[in-house]
Structures are given as structure tokens and as C-alpha cells.
């Protein structure tokens, strides 16, 4: 079975619903009504990495996903275990992972697997994707007139490129990131469906998101200003998060992380780039404002944004533009004659 059938059986196999709780939960077909070549498939999985055994107890769908996603990982000893989900998400689920001898001092660490549907959902990417090379497994530009023709015409191909081009922008981001001072996770390895990172909160759970809890009046500036800061790294490393919120920034011991890179969009050569930035501004400014902060969400954009030396309006990269699109011819009418 290729890839993209693969992940079409998962998909298939895995939904997601809430319960009368309001508690996730995995809703799953049977799978005694699978093709018998889809079980003999399925069966397959389960020898395939047969020595990863985990302590968390999935669902045998989630388990088959699980061994898909995390078995190479598993294979280079970068984990030994899956100990809990943490948080299961429409796009992503988050595990608690014991670290394998591959990474020093052991301990936990964090996976971040994709569910199958990503690859069909890929959220409305387009205004992100714009004025971004496509990245491949290898974290490398997608330069191959084949790969960017298959990408363009949406084959199934293509799309499988897509969804892995969507997970590098976020490993490789964490890393630079990381590199720059930022804080974010470290970013150890990744696979085609999964991140594998530094693990942010203890044994029992993961740290809460600034959304869920309330700040001391006395931290919250600092934590404000420290917030800011991440947000000047990432301009500076030429990255704008592109969905940041309190939803998105982990809590721990007075700390803050950020956390959730994959739409990452570049300041410059994205039309909706300083649009995208403000709306990222004007949800923390919100938050912090909530805490006691005053802050003024429109003018810290511009300034900051001005500091490094982006144009508010974007003049758009005539590659991107589209010669039969009235719309597109429109802007170069525009850009050209300077208005
Ligand atoms: N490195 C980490 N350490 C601990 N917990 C983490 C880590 N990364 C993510 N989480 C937990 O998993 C949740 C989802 O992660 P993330 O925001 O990256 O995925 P997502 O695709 O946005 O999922 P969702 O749709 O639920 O927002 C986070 O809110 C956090 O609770
Ligand atoms: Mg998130």
C-alpha cells in the first residue's frame, strides 16, 4: 500500500468526536468490515515494529497510527516509550515519551503526531504557504520541477509533499528558534507524521496553556515583555508564528514556551504577512491586557515591525502572481506603476 493510501485507511479508521462529558475520545470503525487486504495490511503494522511495545494503552487504531508514526523514532532509540496522551487535537495529538538512549540525560519528551487526516485538511494553507518554499523530509527547498508540478496540480503525490513540508517548517523553525535564544522546545527528530521534542511539564501531565490559567498581577509584565522578546527573535530569524496565542504558549515554573510552528509564515514576499503578524499581536496583547497588562496591540506590531526593517504593505513577488487572474493582474498594474 503507498503512503496516501495509508493514510486514507487511517483517516478512515480514526475519527474524533467528543463524549457527552465533552471529553475527546476516538470513535472507531470496525474493523472486521475492512477489506481483507486492508486487515492483512493493518496486521503487517503491528509485526513491522514488533519490538515497541508501550505503556500507554491505545486504541487499536491509534495504536497501528502510533507504530506508523513513531516506530523510526522508536528504531533510532530516540524513544523507548509511549506513557499518556496528553492532549488529543483535530490536527495533532500530543504524547508523553520516555527518551531513548539517543537523547542525553533520558528523561521525558514530547511527540507531536499528526492524525491522518492532515493530510487531506491541510488547513486553508494557501495565504501561509505564500512567499515560502516547500520544505522536504530532509528539511531541504523543494527545488525538483517534478516535486513542485505535483505540489501545484495537487496529485496525491503532491499532497504527501505538502504534509511533510508542513511538519519540516515546524521542526526547522523549532530549531532555529532554539538557536536564536527563543524559548521553544529543542527539537530532536522527525519522521513523516511526527515531531519529536522537548517535553514541557512532569510526570503527571503537561504544563497548562497561558489561556488556562490566571497570572499573578506581579508577573505579568515580565512574562508580557518575555513574550515580546520571543516575538523579536522570531522577526529576526524572519519568522512570523502565525497562530499565536494563550492557547500557544505553555506555563511552567514562572517560564514561558511557545510552542506550535508549522504555519510559521515569511515577513517578507507574503502579501498577508504584516495582516497575519497584527492578528498574532492583537490575541497576546488581549491576553496580557486580561491580566492586568496595558498594552496597545497596533502600535507595538508597527513598531516592532518597523524595527526590523519590513514594509507594512508588502509588495508581492511577481513569481507569485497568477498572469490569468484579473485579481493578480490587478496588483502588478499597481506595483508597477508604484501606488
Ligand atoms: N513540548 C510540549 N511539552 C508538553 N506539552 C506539549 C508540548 N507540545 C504540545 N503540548 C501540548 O499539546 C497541545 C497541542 O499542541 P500544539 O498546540 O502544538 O498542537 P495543535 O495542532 O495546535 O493542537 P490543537 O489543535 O489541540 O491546538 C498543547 O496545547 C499542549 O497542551
Ligand atoms: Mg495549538
Known amino acids: 500500500m503507498n503512503t496516501t493510501n495509508t493514510y486514507n485507511l487511517f483517516d478512515e479508521l480514526d475519527d474524533f468526536d467528543l463524549d457527552e462529558k465533552g471529553q475527546e475520545r476516538f470513535v472507531r470503525r470496525n474493523p472486521k468490515k475492512?477489506?481483507?487486504?486492508?486487515?492483512a495490511f493493518l496486521h503487517k503494522q503491528d509485526d513491522s515494529v514488533a519490538g515497541f511495545k508501550f505503556t500507554y494503552k491505545a486504541a487499536r487504531f491509534e495504536s497501528w497510527w502510533l507504530l506508523d508514526s513513531l516506530g523510526e523514532f522508536y528504531?533510532?532509540?530516540?524513544?523507548?516509550?509511549?506513557?499518556?496522551?496528553v492532549k488529543g487535537g483535530k490536527e495533532a495529538s500530543v504524547y508523553q515519551c520516555r527518551a531513548g538512549s539517543a537523547i542525553p540525560?533520558?528523561?521525558l519528551v514530547a511527540a507531536k503526531v499528526y492524525r491522518p487526516r492532515m493530510l487531506r485538511n491541510l488547513k486553508n494553507d494557501a495565504a501561509y504557504r505564500e512567499g515560502r518554499t516547500d520544505l522536504d523530509s530532509e528539511g531541504r527547498?523543494?527545488?525538483n520541477d517534478g516535486d513542485l508540478h505535483a505540489m501545484a496540480k495537487r496529485t496525491a503525490y503532491g499532497e504527501e509533499l505538502r504534509h511533510t513540508s508542513w511538519i519540516a517548517y515546524e521542526f526547522d523553525t523549532l530549531q532555529a528558534l532554539r538557536e536564536a535564544g527563543a524559548d521553544v522546545p529543542e527539537a530532536y527528530a522527525m519522521q513523516k507524521n511526527a515531531i519529536l521534542m522537548g517535553y514541557v511539564g512532569d510526570d503527571v501531565g503537561c504544563a497548562p496553556t497561558l489561556s488556562e490559567?490566571?497570572?499573578e498581577r506581579s508577573e505579568a509584565r515580565p512574562l508580557f515583555e518575555r513574550v515580546l522578546r520571543n516575538i523579536d527573535i522570531l522577526l529576526a530569524c524572519k519568522r512570523i508564528h502565525g497562530d499565536l496565542s494563550a492557547y500557544n504558549i505553555l506555563y511552567w515554573d514562572g517560564d514561558i514556551t511557545l510552542i506550535d510552528f508549522p504555519?510559521?509564515?515569511n515577513p517578507e514576499g507574503n502579501r498577508n504577512a504584516y495582516k497575519i503578524f497584527e492578528r498574532d499581536m492583537e490575541r497576546i496583547c488581549e491576553y496580557f491586557s486580561r491580566q492586568g497588562v496595558r498594552t496597545d496591540a497596533r502600535k507595538l506590531a508597527g513598531d516592532l515591525?518597523?524595527?526590523?526593517?519590513y514594509k507594512t504593505r508588502q509588495e508581492v513577488d511577481v513569481r507569485l502572481l497568477d498572469g490569468e487572474d484579473p485579481k493578480d493582474r490587478a496588483i502588478w498594474q499597481k506595483q508597477k506603476s508604484g501606488r
Open 305 to 309: 515591525w518597523q524595527s526590523h526593517g
Open 263 to 265: 504555519q510559521v509564515v
Open 75 to 85: 528504531e533510532h532509540q530516540w524513544v523507548s516509550d509511549v506513557l499518556r496522551r
Open 141 to 143: 527547498q523543494v527545488i
Open 213 to 215: 490559567i490566571s497570572l
Open 105 to 107: 540525560g533520558g528523561g
Open 34 to 39: 475492512l477489506p481483507k487486504s486492508e486487515q
